[in-house]
């Protein structure tokens, strides 16, 4: 804007296209418009334009950080949080790189990656482990011979397909949001259980 404006100077000064591209090549030195533009903005002015302002052009809007759009994100993302920035991006019809702006800067998100947690328990199968937990306790208090009886065993789904990974699971979450969770294994209608038991 400040270059066009020195070009129409230029230009109501008597000043030639030639003469008016070396003034703005030694006052914006790397910064100068090209020379195309600087004869065609010099052009528009010797044709009767006033105007300094660019052209209205279809496409996307050149501001797209407002209000609106940040609110189109928020609502997005409290209805999918796993969305990426490109579809993000192709709802809002803005670029990738202002929805990101708009995702971190604005909406003050982060994408993270799900932690593998082992089982998802619930209050009772909590509850229920703490009492086995407690009475193993009190009967090797009671009985000095009681860990020598143990037979260890462990056991673990074979599922018939691969779980999602932890980067497919990532989700934006907020400052203060609690990080996703992610069962290490989800249940499926094909597998196999294999049990290993040893003293």
Same mark, same amino acid.
Request: aromatic content about 10%.
């Given at each position: ?19 008016? /591209?070396? #003034? ?25 334009? @006033?105007?300094?302002?660019? %052209? ?10 407002? %209000? ?18 490109? #579809?993000?991006?192709? @709802? ?12 971190? @800067? ?86 196999? #259980? /294999? ?5």
């Amino acid at each position: 804007m400040e270059q066009r404006l020195a070009i129409t100077f230029y230009f109501k000064a008597g000043k030639s296209a030639t003469q008016t /591209l070396k #003034m703005v090549n030694a006052a914006y030195g790397d910064q100068a418009l090209y020379r195309s533009n600087v004869f065609r903005w010099y052009g528009r002015f010797r044709d009767g334009r @006033e105007d300094i302002e660019g %052209d209205p052009r279809s496409g996307r809007p050149t501001e797209c950080r407002n %209000d609106n759009n940040v609110e189109k994100i928020s609502h997005l993302l409290l209805q999918n949080r796993h969305l990426s920035l490109r #579809m993000l991006a192709n @709802e809002v019809n803005i670029g990738k790189d202002t929805v990101r702006k708009t995702v971190v @800067e604005d909406l003050r998100k982060w994408k993270i990656c799900s932690r593998f947690v082992p089982h998802s328990l619930t209050p009772e199968q909590k509850d229920r482990r703490t009492a086995a937990c407690r009475d193993l306790i009190a009967t090797a208090d009671s009985d000095p011979d009681f860990l020598k009886k143990i037979v260890t065993g462990d056991e673990t789904w074979c599922f018939a397909y691969d779980p999602t990974t932890k980067r497919q699971s990532a989700a934006w979450v907020g400052e203060t949001s609690p990080r996703p969770k992610k069962m290490r294994f989800q249940k499926s209608l094909v597998k196999n #259980m /294999l049990v290993i038991f040893f003293d």
